[in-house]
């Protein structure tokens, strides 16, 4: 079968490729950046990769008509709440439009639970994008599902931080709120299965885990598993607001996100029991065995996507990589130095495995305080850290950088900052004939942004000099 996949970048997008394509399948994966596509991707002759933007119906001519499933994978969270539900509703007119005139047979869209007569904006625009999808020309089959725990989801992350970090939590009234937490495997088992049957041709089906839990069991039984004493008390004081900010400073979430999030916490989510499971022969596993299993994934450091890389927790960019691969020349100020190299392979492994865990080789006191003081502006901080320990793609979160360009063949990483700043900056590391050259560009917004640059230019010749000669050194 020939199956595109939108979304291919995405948390469960780029977990369904490699079960669809083991299948033996072609697979067309539709991004909006090809620069952010694995580069795996470019290897195998299963996997073609379209650059398209459903916002951007010129773009889509490129996507090939001779579909014969697609899955629906478009979500716009990462978007202020004023304008979300409005990509989302044009991304999926502008889908059903394209492939309405094409020889789709089936789309297959993941979905949340709703259930509830009061939606959140973010699960009402759930409703409404299935709405849209809806037509006579393919089959829609819906799967809607709720909390997802695996291995780098928001959800597993955001209760990792809150637990790991608080032994004592004062925490909203929405912890009380019921949900039924469904594994990653387990959604990847029901999007895989559905795929070519007719007998699920225009249905809708709720998937869940086996148990219904509050947020704050959840996290309770988060540090029982993790062999933790954590007390939390809830108190109905905690406006929207303030839940947002709650989990904003303590989590490693955008305030964005943090917003949608409280958003939709407070709507019960528990789906409807129907015969799903037993006709594709899915039996989620229980809460407590999806963390167990997300935490070998993560013990075995092989965590194959993460909410952290995907544009949801960006500070500053939008989605086209390719904007800010150019580091510009003109108006902007410089740090550049190089160092002899005395083991190139170790210098590099050093370079791939830089920020997260690792930290920054020198001075990593000082990146914390500036990561405290971005979190503190209302930027991202250093919580993101990284999702591989030793290997970086396009497109990664690296604490508060993102990966522009990563070729360890070229010798070549390139982050862009998205901490707050006036202006735009660059961190560049490139080996040519046996010398590192480490260049941080800054391109100044207005007199705020030179009085930025010429206010930490003290920190940068200690800060840059110390990691410039770590990570040459043996």
């Known amino acids: 079968m020939k199956i595109l996949v ?22 067309v994966c539709v991004v909006r950046d090809t620069l952010r596509a694995d580069k795996t991707y470019l290897e195998d002759d299963n996997i073609s990769i379209v650059e398209a ?35 989302e509703a044009a991304c999926a007119a502008n889908f059903k439009n394209y492939f309405s005139s094409t020889n789709l047979k089936q789309v297959i869209y993941l979905s949340g639970i709703t259930n509830e007569e009061q939606l959140s904006k973010h699960l009402q625009s759930r409703k409404n994008v299935e709405e849209i999808l809806a037509s006579d020309s393919y089959a829609l089959t819906v799967f809607k599902a709720g909390i997802i725990v695996g291995s780098g989801s928001s959800s597993f992350e955001i209760i990792r931080d809150l637990v790991e970090k608080l032994p004592v939590m004062v925490a909203p009234k929405w912890l009380n709120t019921k949900t039924q937490p469904l594994a990653v495997r387990d959604v990847l ?65 955008s305030y964005k996100l943090a917003t949608t999030l409280v958003d939709s ?12 499971n037993q006709l594709l022969d899915v039996h989620p596993i229980t809460y407590k065995e999806a963390v167990q299993l997300a935490f070998e994934k993560i013990e075995q450091n092989s965590i194959v996507s993460s909410w ?8 500053r960019l939008k989605n086209n990589l390719h904007k800010y691969i150019n580091v510009p020349i003109y108006g902007c100020f410089k740090d550049y130095k190089e160092r002899k190299i005395q083991n190139e392979e170790d210098t590099i492994n050093k370079i791939w495995s830089i920020g997260g865990t690792t930290g920054w080789y020198y001075g990593n006191f000082l990146w914390k305080i500036r990561g ?42 390139l982050l862009y900052a998205e901490m707050k700043l006036p202006g ?48 040459v050194s043996r």
Do not use: C
């Open 424 to 471: 735009e900056a660059w961190l560049e590391f490139r080996i040519e004939n046996g010398l590192l050259k480490q260049t941080a560009t800054f391109r100044p917004r207005g007199i705020a942004g030179r009085l930025y640059w010429y206010s930490v230019y003290p920190f940068h010749g200690l800060i840059f000099n110390g990691l410039i000669n770590k990570l």
């Open 372 to 413: 405290y003081l971005d979190k503190l502006a209302g930027g991202i901080g250093l919580r993101r850290g990284r999702t591989h320990i030793s290997e970086l793609d396009a497109g990664d979160a690296l604490d508060f950088w993102r990966v522009i360009f990563s070729d360890k063949k070229e010798k070549k990483l």
């Open 189 to 253: 088992a029901f999007l895989s299965k559905a795929k070519a049957r007719k007998d699920l041709y225009n249905t809708s089906f709720d998937i869940f885990g086996p148990e219904i839990l509050t947020y704050k069991q959840m996290l309770l039984k988060f540090a029982e598993i993790r062999g933790l004493k954590r007390y939390i008390l809830t108190v109905p004081v905690m406006t929207p607001k303030l839940s947002s900010y709650w989990l904003y400073f303590v989590t490693s979430t």
């Open 6 to 27: 939108t979304g291919a970048t995405g948390y469960i997008g780029k977990r369904l490729i490699p079960v669809l394509t083991n299948e033996g399948h072609q697979v």
């Open 53 to 87: 933007d459903f916002l951007k119906p010129e773009t889509l001519k490129y996507i090939p008509k001779d579909i014969d499933v697609a899955y629906y994978l478009i979500h716009s969270m990462s978007n202020s709440s004023n304008n979300f539900e409005r990509l």
């Open 308 to 315: 952290k890389d995907s544009m949801i927790s960006s500070g």
């Open 265 to 276: 916490m407070g709507v019960q989510i528990v789906g409807k029991s129907s015969n799903i």
